[in-house]
């Protein structure tokens, strides 16, 4: 087990020297520990050159199965330990700033009340992440997922709205039919240019209309701030512009045409971490409340 875990360090870390001070040891050791499981095992697993590491296929599938068996241990060792007593230790969540500030701020406290033996550790990054290379227990994303050795729970669907604040509507006046945008200051984001393509009900069906922008921010919640300060028209998830809708703060347009293109919402994690206690419990509870209420 001991040189199984090496394996994954030295793996997710890179190289033998990045991998060595957090196992307690030399670069040259590490090197010898994964010659010897190479021989014991009759296969290549890393392709060493001067400047990287690089997995083999056995390499990769001893990678892949290794980082389930140690998972399972932790979560033998999770659940026994826990056996009797309220789940506790730390949980590490990464999660885009939109679900983050929106949805995680307002349930962590609650979340805390009812397991305060849980610590929960969150970084908020819209960049996709390894979870397994960053060791996170909990990643938090929107979108479709792609073929992945990562384990995905849905949690549930999100879906866009178009809206404008009322100060906006007033001095530029209330868009009517879609061709009237081509008209209104519109917002987009900078990174994502799939939508800037705003999808709409039409007599030949669902149209895509392209959108210009007058301002692009890379940043959903600079968007909504934006939009609620009368700088134009979004398109943002309800995630985002629900409780600016609620407060009168965004008004709702073109919902009779809009097309609702749902998205879902995932905890994705690495494989086996589902069956860690304190991960399962914060898991569950995150289904509970997200899944009913995602506003």
Known sequence: MNDMAAFVRIVEEGSFA????GLGLTPSALSKLVSRLEDRLRVRLLTRTTRRLALTA??????????E?????????????????RPGGRVRV???????????APLLPVFRALYPEISVDLTVTDRQIDPV???????????????????????????????????????????RV???????QCLLLSHQPHLARWPFHTSEGVNAMTIRAAITVDS???????????AGIVRLG?????RALADGRLVSLLDDVHAVEPFPVWAVMPPGRFRVHRVRVLLDFLKERLGAAPS
Request: glycine share 10%.
């Open 178 to 184: 879609p061709a009237d945008l081509a008209g209104h």
């Open 18 to 21: 990045a991998a060595a001070p």
């Open 69 to 85: 068996i140690l998972a399972a241990i932790e979560a033998v060792e999770s659940d026994l330990s826990q056996a009797g007593r």
């Open 220 to 230: 959903a919640d600079i968007l909504l701030d934006l939009a609620i300060g009368g």
């Open 133 to 175: 290379a960053e060791h996170v227990d909990l990643v938090l994303r929107t979108g479709a997922m792609g073929d992945s050795s990562l384990q995905a729970i849905r949690l549930y669907d999100g879906h866009r709205r178009i809206c404008a604040s009322p100060d906006y509507l007033a001095r530029n006046g209330v868009p």
């Open 58 to 67: 056995e390499g990769q599938t001893y990678l892949e199965r290794a980082r």
């Open 238 to 242: 309800n995630i985002l512009v629900d």
């Open 94 to 104: 990464d999660a885009g700033t939109a679900i983050a500030k929106h949805q995680l």
